[in-house]
């Protein structure tokens, strides 16, 4: 069992950056492959971005890329997003999660096994 919460999330205005941090407890990171989410109101969880479980592969959803970047270190048992260029359209609850898939970068959210409860993240105009 990996239990799994994020912290960082906030009010920023447009162009700000924001960091996100997931810390993990219960069992090691390493033997995961992890993943950041987001939901709207009224919208459908989608990917933001996801690692594999050695930090070697990533994947980043359209809307985010060259602005976000995702991190672990398994070390600490930490999962990190950090957020630059903010747009009013990242509004959402972001959600770290963890999944037993260790051989690929994993985007299908119900292929995540853990999940945290969620960070508001809040960019205004």
């Known amino acids: 069992q990996v239990q799994l919460v994020e912290s960082g999330g906030g009010l920023v205005q447009d162009g700000g950056s924001l960091r996100l941090s997931c810390a993990a407890s219960?069992?090691?990171?390493?033997?995961?492959?992890m993943g950041w989410f987001r939901q709207a109101p009224g919208k459908e969880r989608e990917i933001v971005a996801a690692?594999?479980?050695?930090?070697?592969?990533?994947y980043y959803a359209d809307s985010v890329k060259a602005r976000f970047t995702i991190s672990r270190d398994n070390a600490k048992n930490t999962l990190a997003l950090q957020m630059n260029s903010l747009k009013p359209e990242d509004t959402a609850a972001y959600y770290c999660?963890?999944?037993?898939?260790?051989?690929?970068?994993?985007?299908?959210?119900?292929?995540?096994?853990?999940w945290g409860q969620g960070t508001q993240v809040t960019v205004s105009s």
């Open positions: 219960g069992r090691s990171l390493s033997t995961y492959g």
């Open positions: 690692i594999s479980w050695s930090g070697d592969s990533t």
């Open positions: 999660a963890a999944t037993k898939i260790k051989t690929m970068v994993v985007v299908i959210p119900k292929l995540y096994d853990y």
